[in-house]
């Protein structure tokens, strides 16, 4: 048996031993490990201090699993080992397990230090009110609290403090304690005034810091970024007598954030003047400025600058720099440089993969975003809005939709963005139906309040011919913001209500809600499609002078299309020769419709002359000169037009029609041979027609631009897609229903005709979007007036 004396000498020895452990680093543990082994062989239980020193570096080693084997065995653990091992599962985020073993610890044993050890791991988990609880806890059970306490109790506050008087209930805890002298106390409750937004009494108490350190500093300054006063933030940084880059980072996000881009710019020529050391957080920050700015040059030399610099990189710096990298190239439509950043990235997340799927839908490269997408060894929430969202807005509606079907079979609850993304696929397809099911989902799950959806509904339905509905949605939003009202604006101007679609807009500058250049666009095409011309005059007269916007092309396109339209070729020439830039392919466009539609044959060839000298390969500018052609009797002319198209490898696109008819969609091309029951439509459209022609229907053989018999020009206008799409309606939808038709190419003037006698035969309302506009046929009418 060891005598007391050999026991304490073996002792002093292990916990000489145990020193070299302190602190704690890679090779800790393994000769903790090896010192822990020579006891057991040797016979020695460690107890008191060897033991609470062993505990200590397993704690700290991270090797939590040892720690609580050799806790288990103590038969009577002290407070010392107690403490250790609540702040060891603490700082591992273990907080449950921390909790059992702080409440199993006996009243009579704790100290304040056990308190702040649990108090720490609240804190360090973010949970303010357990943190704060167990601080009442403490003073209640006779614990006097001491600077960490202060500092780790505000700590947790500073997460959930949300009035002022908690604010000033625990700063007179703080001075009532006796810790008000110390800095890191001190700092903790600026902290705590700067996340209640009460930066006023923070700025005080920081003015009151004796010893001010790194933390003080920094905690004040981005203090003031976070509340949005960066001029005080400007002024605390340049009185700095040390050169903080924490705080500079904060200035230079601040700044990003605000969209002050020259000034971020100068704090970062600054910094690198006065060799203050760069980091991460300022690259990244710097980075994004020049994306929002859209200063690609910059933003490559500072790729460059970052390349020289930093020789072997992290990973902690290396990958939010990439990928701000890559956001920017995309950004910049630099999607294939973007691509290269990202295939020469050592580390990747899954903001990398988002970032690169965002730049090819972005840049509509459909094909490669989909093949990327397939490649993606993870997915989130982002990944499939990006892909449902990018399908719909580049016309691949039916992709869209399946992509969300998927999301949800694969385990994704559907966000309001996925529902928004799915309602404009639906929207692209005039789904109707698809639209409608997708809106009783939406209320289903509460997403009906959300903003996106709002508008995306509001757009679903007026695209699919049921303007009432978004007007009805539109009214009932619990909130609204500048899209919905330009998106109801377009619809009811699409739909022929130029005038209501004014007085909206006039309701809603009485809001105080400024116009953009998007509203303007969807006010012109109002009185444009109405015919208000001089409505449309004011206002895109009153867009430089009232808003201070400077009109676009496009808005030019709008205006050139509005005095078109009204037959005002002069005017629209002043506007064209007047423009401040060359007039590109969407003004010429504007005026050949309007020639086209008044007979301007002259105006309108030098203007599809123009088209396809400025687009070589756009079908329509052929077939529309071709047409006009036709129209003067120039067959010849025609005839050289349709030859130059083919000898340059231009293949027109097919008029289609389509209509949906038992949650399936029917597809019709002209003189369609092809849909199983063609044979069929053509019967019953036969039929009507002879109803028509009792009721005053003549056709209009004007429309067809061939050089034959009577006869035969009646048979080709019988065949148009849009005729065929709505004859198979009528003879499949329920009695009374409404026929939604949607058509990719201009209606004709022969069947708008025939849809409105048509209205009056079958006692139904016919309503055809093509691609400009709806057309709602009623009783031999037609909501456009014959105006479009």
Known sequence: MMSPEFVRTVANRYASQLKLCCPPNPASFSLAKTIHAHMVTFGFRPRGHILNRLLDVYCKSSKIIYA???????????????????LAY?????????????????????????????????????????CFRLFRQMLRDDFRPDNFTFTCVLGGLAIIVDREMQCRQMHCAVLKSGTGFVTSVLNALVSVYV??????????????????????????????????????????????????GVAWNAMISGYVHQGRYEEALDMFRKMYSMGIKMDEFTYTSIISCCTHAGLFQLGKQVHGYVLRTEGEPKPEFSLPVNNALVTLYWKCDKVDWAREVFNNMPVRDLVSWNAILSGYVNAGRINEARSFFMEMPEKNHLTWNVMISGSAQNGFGEEGLKLFNQMKSEGFEPCDYAFAGAITSSSMLGSLENGRQLHAQVVRVGFDSSLSVGNALITMYARCG??????????????????????????????????????????????????????????????????????????????????????????????VDLLSRAGKFSEAKDVITSMPFEPGA??????????????????????????????????????????????AGRWDDMAKTRKLMRDRGVRKDPGRSWVAVENKVHVFLVDDTVHPEVQAVYSYLSQLVQEMKKLGYVPDTKFVLHDMEFDQKERILSAHSEKLAVAFALMKLPRGATVRVFKNLRICGDCHNAFKFMSKVVGREIVVRDAKRFHHFRDCECSCGDYW
């Open 586 to 631: 969407q003004v010429w466009e504007a005026l050949l419709a309007g020639c086209r539609t008044h007979g301007n044959i002259d105006f309108g060839i030098q203007a599809a002359e123009r088209l396809i000298e400025l687009m070589p390969q756009h079908d329509g500018s052929y077939v529309l000169l071709s047409n006009m052609y036709a129209t």
């Open 90 to 130: 603490s700082l591992s985020g273990n907080i449950k397990k921390a909790r059992e073993l702080f409440e199993g610890t006996p009243l009579s044993i704790r100290d304040s230090v056990f308190y702040n050890a649990m108090i720490t791991g609240f804190s360090r988990n973010e949970d303010g009110f357990a």
């Open 68 to 86: 609580r084997k050799l806790f288990d065995k103590s038969p009577e653990p002290d407070i010392i080992s107690r403490t250790s091992m609540v």
């Open 466 to 559: 049921v303007v009432e509905a978004a007007n009805a949605l539109f009214l009932t939003m619990p909130c609204v913001d500048s899209v919905s009202w330009n998106a109801m604006i377009a619809a009811l101007g699409q739909h022929g209500h130029g005038l209501q679609a004014l007085e909206l807009f006039e309701k809603m500058l009485k809001e105080d809600l400024l116009p953009d250049r998007i509203t303007f666009l969807t006010v012109l095409s109002a009185c444009s499609h109405a015919g208000l011309v001089k409505e449309g005059q004011y206002y895109f007269n009153s867009m430089h002078r009232l808003y201070g916007i400077t009109p676009g092309e496009d808005h030019y396109a709008r205006l």
């Open 195 to 244: 996340n209640c937004g009460l930066m006023f009494e923070a700025r005080k108490l920081f003015d009151e810091i004796n010893e001010k350190d790194e933390l003080s500093w920094t905690t004040m300054v981005t203090g003031y970024v976070k509340n949005d006063e960066l001029d005080a933030a400007r002024e605390l940084v340049d009185g700095m007598t040390e050169k903080l």
